[in-house]
């Protein structure tokens, strides 16, 4: 007989018996509700249990202050007061669980995804220096957007401004540089609209696919479907190269299991956007320059809200990371690469006031393209830029205090910084971002 007094408990249940995964699934269920009990904030309308640091506090603080008409936080006993629309609230907000005893959509997109951040399309692809989507929920409730509301991210990465735009109902547009983070934004635009049967394909069908992929003769009558293939077929073989840990399952187990995975993100969605009647609408996504924004006429004082992030252009190879996605399309990596914020033109390998060349370069872009974002935005309009600071060959190079000064320098008032540190960041020369909040 063992001595852990928990497991006769168990046997008392019978998880001998042939009933053996439905009395563990209730034992599961009892201890799951004793648990909650103990562990969740005592009231109504309660944190989020991955509210964990004090900048996610002062996030609760500025979405409240654009969801509700009056509300007071209670950081100790965990619970929030507030007057105004509730169902709002509920439907709306990223770090609460309950709104008035009911739990919050974004409750549901954790509970369902098993991840506060990878929910929806949000985790379709590994894209590089990605934003975390509740940091994105949280600006869009705290500029009080609507579902008139016009967002712009002129650095739009992999989208995912544009997707939790998307996901809430706002219009958005999208900018990026890069093929690869323009194909997989437009996939997870496209994704939100499909139909369950789009999604039928057999296990022998995807291993017809890999090979018809692998020989370049794979084409799809629906593009999505075509380019999610793709796009999937790029994330097995990075994974494979990177690391032996998948050589068991096989590059068609793991292509299958990667499929199945986005399969499973729509079927998921679906059910909550039932539950939670949400509309989804469909960002413009565009490949082109964030330093053209002053140029493009029809953007001028167009956009409500701009929410972006230009790339950490020194701690992180953009291009480099889908070097074999870029080499299966035939593009050039230099020549994207070329058309980098801070990598335009040949550069003298000289100093300029202690600081490389290439850092000056960069510093001239990123104001150029805040003066664009500027142009772009109505009056009163808000900006909220996240940056990093790296470390350039041992040297901190000062990005977030000059992103603040070029936002002044081009006409913004500056309002508030939030500094979010980033706990267990991979990347030790990048510990947390900044993000810095202005108005037109
Ligand atoms: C920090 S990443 C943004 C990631 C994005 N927030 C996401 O969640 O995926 C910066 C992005 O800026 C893009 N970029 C660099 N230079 C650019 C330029 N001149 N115009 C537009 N985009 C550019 C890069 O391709 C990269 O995707």
Not at 270 to 283: P, Q, S, T
Not at 292 to 315: C, G, H, Q
């Amino acid at each position: 007989m063992s001595k852990l007094g928990i497991l006769p408990l168990f046997e008392q249940q019978g998880v001998k018996s042939s009933k053996q995964v439905e009395d563990y699934e209730k034992i599961i269920e009892e201890y799951s509700k004793e648990f909650r009990k103990l562990v969740l904030p005592k009231g109504d309308t309660i944190f989020g249990f991955w509210m964990q640091t004090l900048a996610d506090l002062d996030l609760l603080d500025l979405e409240l202050g654009g969801l509700t008409d009056s509300y007071t936080i209670d950081p100790i006993h965990r619970t929030v007061k507030f007057s105004g629309n509730s169902e709002k609230l509920r439907k709306r907000v990223a770090h609460l669980e309950k709104v008035n005893g009911q739990t919050t959509l974004y409750t549901d997109f954790v509970d369902a995804y098993g991840d506060t951040n990878a929910y929806a399309f949000h985790n379709l692809y590994p894209y590089k220096g990605k934003f975390y989507p509740r940091v994105v929920r949280t600006l869009i409730n705290a500029f009080g957007l609507t579902e008139n509301s016009l967002i712009l991210d002129p650095f739009n990465g992999s989208g995912t401004t544009t997707h939790e735009a998307s996901l809430m109902g706002i219009q958005s547009v999208g900018i990026d540089i890069t093929p690869m983070g323009v194909m997989i934004t437009k996939l997870k635009n496209e994704l939100l609209f499909k139909k369950p049967k789009d999604f039928e394909f057999s296990n022998d069908d995807l291993i017809a696919i890999l090979n018809d992929i692998e020989r370049k003769q794979w084409s799809h009558e629906d593009e999505t479907i075509q380019n999610l293939m793709l796009v999937i077929y790029f994330d097995t073989i990075d994974a494979f190269a990177r690391t032996s840990r998948y050589k068991s399952r096989g590059k068609t187990g793991l292509f299958i299991e990667k499929f199945n995975y986005v399969k499973q993100c729509y079927e998921k969605l679906m059910v909550i956007k039932e539950m939670h009647g949400l509309e989804f609408v469909k960002a413009n996504i565009l490949e082109d320059d964030a330093l053209r924004l002053r140029d493009i006429e029809e953007f001028k004082e167009k956009f409500d809200a701009i929410i972006t992030s230009p790339p950490y252009y020194f701690s992180i190879d953009y291009v480099g990371k889908d070097k074999l996605a870029y080499e299966y399309l035939g593009l050039d990596m230099k020549k994207i690469e070329s058309k980098y914020l801070g990598m335009k033109n040949s550069l003298p390998k000289k100093k300029i006031g202690g600081l490389p060349a290439k850092v000056i370069q960069y510093y001239e872009d990123l104001k150029t393209s805040i003066e664009g974002m500027y142009n772009v935005l109505k009056p009163g309009g808000k900006l909220a830029i996240i940056v990093g600071d790296s470390t350039v060959s041992g040297k901190k190079i000062p990005t977030t205090v000059m992103t603040k000064r070029f936002c002044e320098e081009a006409g913004f008032t500056f309002k508030k910084l939030i500094f979010n540190p980033l706990l267990g960041a991979r990347n030790r020369a990048i510990r947390g971002e900044s993000i810095i909040i202005c108005e037109k």
